[in-house]
């Protein structure tokens, strides 16, 4: 075995720890002597929680070389504060990835949702890691739509939509057919980050406030703002009710944006993969959706398409059950989606006013995050302060509109 580094090794990397790590994945893969280099860090826009590698892995008996992503919480300051998603995600790869795979053994390969495969983890204190296999290697790759502040057409949301009712089927496939097991699983994921430990400890309450301050100060219409405000108080006791389990609770992936998805364009047809599973937690299949919907997507997309691509969806969820010999009716009728839905857009509403402010991160911004200590995005506002305000506007006019800004405040005064 040799550990030949390459010399632009970043000190994040240099751990012992981590060079153990990747001998295991070697030998998992079958390499004996080899030697490896970093090729990749991803940048603060990619992922606000690890540190992420690339790392070529080169055998250097057959001058083969293969790729991993390495997602880790060494050596930074956030090893603390966010270690228990760190677990939850490794759990998510050990426990949880696994079962769907075997469940979807079933079906014909076309048909199966595509899942990331963990080659190697830990969630012990101090030496969290977790090792992908990368699917660059297969011509996967990000979206920079919104990175580039371009919109997603038709086409994608639908592609993104239909494969998260295939992933949510899974959910109730399992139900179906282990229901005690199953059971004991959702027992584990309920909600993690708007707990209030893990919100104390992490810093995040002031992340949520200050972030939804920050976009309530940009509304224009004065009675939608005054309202926002008065809801203040009970935001994260919202975000929380919306995010506990329901009636129809499947495993949600919990922060479904476009960065969480990797694409792959064939010639008839495109492929995705959901990844970064930190914030997975058994709920409404709806807060999937209206999360996605929300801060992806502007108003004028959700009122000319969202009401068909609710079809889609459920037309993919029915389909896919009749696979494995579900009734869609007997687990999630038609109507009680379509009213989860509608019940839960003002969490999309809330989460679009937290969370806009990481989408209109500029790269000069983004510069600002990565020389920042603590946790990204507490003392910044977005360079590009016209976007942002014009995506908070936005939405707030449309909740004004469609009623959804009033269905939040009745839950302010319950």
Same mark, same amino acid.
């Given at each position: 075995?040799?550990?030949?580094?390459?010399?632009?090794?970043?000190?994040?990397?240099?751990?012992?720890?981590?060079?153990?790590?990747?001998?295991?994945?070697?030998?998992?893969?079958?390499?004996?002597?080899?030697? !490896?280099?970093?090729?990749?860090?991803?940048?603060?826009?990619?992922?606000?929680?690890?540190?992420?590698?690339?790392?070529?892995?080169?055998?250097?008996?057959?001058?083969?070389?293969?790729?991993?992503?390495?997602?880790? *919480?060494?050596?930074?300051?956030?090893?603390?504060?966010?270690?228990?998603?760190?677990?939850?995600?490794?759990? /998510?790869?050990?426990?949880?990835?696994?079962?769907?795979?075997? /469940?979807?053994?079933?079906?014909?390969?076309?048909?199966?949702?595509?899942?990331?495969?963990? *080659? +190697?983890?830990?969630?012990?204190?101090?030496?969290?890691?977790?090792?992908?296999?990368?699917?660059?290697?297969?011509?996967?790759?990000?979206?920079?739509?919104?990175?580039?502040?371009?919109?997603?057409?038709?086409?994608?949301?639908?592609?993104?939509?239909?494969?998260?009712?295939?992933?949510?089927?899974?959910?109730?496939?399992?139900?179906?057919?282990? +229901?005690?097991?199953?059971?004991?699983?959702?027992?584990?994921?309920?909600?993690?980050?708007?707990?209030?430990?893990?919100?104390?400890?992490?810093?995040?309450?002031?992340?949520?406030?200050?972030?939804?301050?920050?976009? /309530?100060?940009?509304?224009?219409?004065?009675?939608?703002?005054?309202?926002?405000?008065?809801?203040?108080?009970?935001?994260?006791?919202?975000?929380?009710?919306?995010?506990?389990?329901?009636?129809?609770?499947?495993?949600?992936?919990?922060?479904?944006?476009?960065?969480?998805?990797?694409?792959?364009?064939?010639?008839?047809?495109?492929?995705?993969?959901?990844?970064?599973?930190?914030?997975?937690?058994?709920?409404?299949?709806?807060?999937?959706?209206? !999360?996605?919907?929300? *801060?992806?997507?502007?108003?004028?997309?959700?009122?000319?398409?969202?009401?068909?691509?609710?079809?889609?969806?459920?037309?993919?969820?029915?389909?896919? &059950?009749?696979?494995?010999?579900?009734?869609?009716?007997?687990?999630?009728?038609?109507?009680?989606?379509?009213?989860?839905?509608?019940?839960?857009?003002?969490?999309?509403?809330?989460?679009? &006013?937290?969370?806009?402010?990481?989408?209109?991160?500029?790269?000069?911004?983004?510069?600002?995050?990565?020389?920042?200590?603590?946790?990204?995005?507490?003392?910044?506002?977005?360079?590009?302060?016209? &976007? +942002?305000? !014009?995506?908070?506007?936005?939405?707030?006019?449309?909740?004004?509109?469609?009623?959804?800004?009033? *269905? &939040?405040?009745?839950?302010?005064?319950?």
């Amino acid at each position: 075995m040799s550990l030949d580094v390459n010399i632009s090794e970043p000190e994040e990397f240099d751990c012992v720890e981590l060079h153990t790590c990747l001998k295991s994945v070697a030998e998992r893969l079958g390499i004996g002597n080899f030697e !490896y280099h970093v090729d990749y860090i991803s940048g603060g826009r990619e992922n606000f929680v690890a540190n992420i590698f690339r790392v070529v892995i080169r055998d250097t008996d057959k001058n083969e070389i293969q790729s991993v992503i390495v997602k880790t *919480l060494v050596n930074t300051t956030r090893q603390e504060l966010f270690h228990d998603i760190h677990k939850r995600e490794v759990t /998510v790869y050990n426990v949880i990835l696994p079962r769907f795979k075997e /469940v979807q053994e079933k079906i014909d390969a076309e048909k199966r949702v595509l899942l990331p495969e963990c *080659l +190697y983890s830990n969630a012990d204190r101090s030496k969290e890691i977790i090792i992908l296999r990368d699917l660059g290697e297969s011509g996967f790759v990000g979206d920079d739509t919104l990175a580039e502040f371009k919109e997603l057409n038709l086409n994608q949301v639908q592609l993104i939509l239909t494969e998260l009712a295939k992933f949510h089927a899974l959910s109730f496939v399992l139900e179906n057919q282990d +229901y005690e097991n199953y059971c004991k699983i959702k027992l584990k994921f309920e909600d993690i980050l708007y707990q209030e430990n893990f919100l104390c400890k992490s810093k995040l309450r002031n992340y949520f406030f200050e972030s939804y301050d920050m976009s /309530v100060n940009l509304v224009t219409d004065s009675e939608a703002r005054k309202k926002l405000v008065k809801a203040r108080p009970k935001l994260l006791e919202l975000l929380k009710m919306y995010n506990q389990p329901s009636k129809h609770s499947v495993l949600c992936h919990g922060d479904l944006w476009v960065n969480n998805m990797l694409f792959k364009k064939e010639s008839d047809h495109s492929k995705i993969c959901f990844i970064d599973f930190q914030a997975m937690r058994c709920a409404s299949p709806a807060t999937d959706i209206v !999360y996605f919907m929300y *801060l992806c997507t502007t108003s004028k997309f959700r009122s000319e398409h969202f009401k068909q691509l609710q079809f889609d969806y459920y037309d993919t969820l029915n389909s896919t &059950l009749k696979d494995y010999d579900i009734d869609v009716n007997s687990v999630y009728p038609r109507d009680e989606f379509e009213k989860d839905v509608r019940e839960n857009l003002p969490l999309g509403l809330l989460i679009a &006013l937290v969370e806009l402010r990481i989408l209109t991160l500029t790269p000069e911004d983004e510069a600002v995050m990565k020389g920042n200590a603590n946790i990204p995005g507490w003392d910044w506002i977005p360079g590009e302060v016209e &976007l +942002y305000k !014009y995506r908070v506007n936005d939405v707030v006019d449309e909740s004004v509109e469609n009623g959804v800004l009033e *269905l &939040l405040m009745s839950k302010v005064n319950t």
